[in-house]
């Protein structure tokens, strides 16, 4: 497995945990910290390849489960694979469908074998087993695969994160033992809930598996920040420091800060595409919401000093505002490209600040600033349940980028 990937951490934060490192993949390197673009359905919504490629994007997340309804895994296979399909040269990380637990919550109910999925399609039923989810992502032919894994929302007992912490390790181990291709490399996941304790025994089991990775999942869904940092540290305390680290599901800027300072190299989140299409706009001065009417004759564009395809072109906050008021579709793809390229260009400077040995100094005035402050707009979940018969009973579909 670990043969289909090679990390090498370059620099170190003097006294912290921040690093900077590359990240080599059959089919391409991603230079780390590094933010993913989230492209579930095999595209990330309103952008092209070269979309992706002009905002300086390095590697794109897809869903498996998802893939795996429409059009199929094995279509796909028969079409050249995920990479040819939908047209991007570079890395691919497929999610294995664990998130869908928590965001497809009505139609899963979890059982020792796996996951009983009702297609929320056409109401079909599926069994994702752990060794069925590397199949998938063997027949999408991602880079990085990640096994399957049990999120838990907040809040919960004890008992059920220890319940998910054991799933999610024999699911772990069922998962490697499937896995075959030798040009994919295959992510473990730590869970372990609201508890730091079960965080580190979660890390601790995973480590005996040999992954080449390691995700920390089960993050970033109803807790508060200092309980993330928490749970987050205790888990990168544990794994190992010359493996990447990946934090799904973590995306304001805020939170891209502190995950890595706490030594976390991968990151993933719908936030800059699902707000660029609700006409919010991140920029270094704070969210821009283009629904507001002061920019109805604003000549300006977003950001004056941002480099990104729709501000180095001009477009106006006047005329941005008026795409998004008449509902035009120029609109979601525009500002879709100036939000990824503000991420892809807020986790390139944050590189530059670790290798240029500030990037303490750097943290706390970003964290201090507009930027510091989380963007308004629904959390990534809300509590998840369950009942006496196992089902899972809060949740929401919009797990779509």
Known sequence: MSGALRFQVLAVEAGGKARVGRLEMPHGAVDTPAFLAVGTQATVKTLDADDLAAVGCQIVLANAYHLSLRPGAERI??????????GWEG????????????SLAPLARVTEEGVDFQSHLDGARMLLTPERAVEIQEALGADIAMVLDEP??????REEAEGSLRRTAAWARRGRDAHRRQDQALFGIVQGGAFEDLRRRSAEELLSLEFPGYAVGGLCLGEGKRETDFLLDAATDVLPPDK?????GMGTPADLVRGVARGADLFDCVMPTRHARRGNLFTWQGRVSIKNTSFAEDSAPIDPVCGCPTCRR?????????????????????????NLFF????????????RGGVFAAWAQEVLAGPLGHDPEGPPRGG???????GRLLVGSAGDEG
Do not use: K
């Open 343 to 354: 991420y892809q260009d807020f986790l390139r400077r944050m590189r530059e600040a670790i």
């Open 77 to 86: 296979a028969r079409l050249g694979g995920l990479h040819r399909f939908m």
């Open 91 to 102: 890395p691919i990380l497929t999610d294995s469908g664990g998130y869908q637990l928590f």
């Open 244 to 248: 990447p680290r990946y934090v799904m």
């Open 152 to 157: 838990l929302g907040f809040p919960h007992t």
């Open 314 to 338: 001009g477009y106006s906050r006047a005329y941005l505002r008026h795409l998004f008021q008449a509902e035009e579709s120029l609109a979601q793809r525009l500002m879709t490209l100036h």
């Open 383 to 389: 509590g998840l349940r369950r009942s006496a018969s």
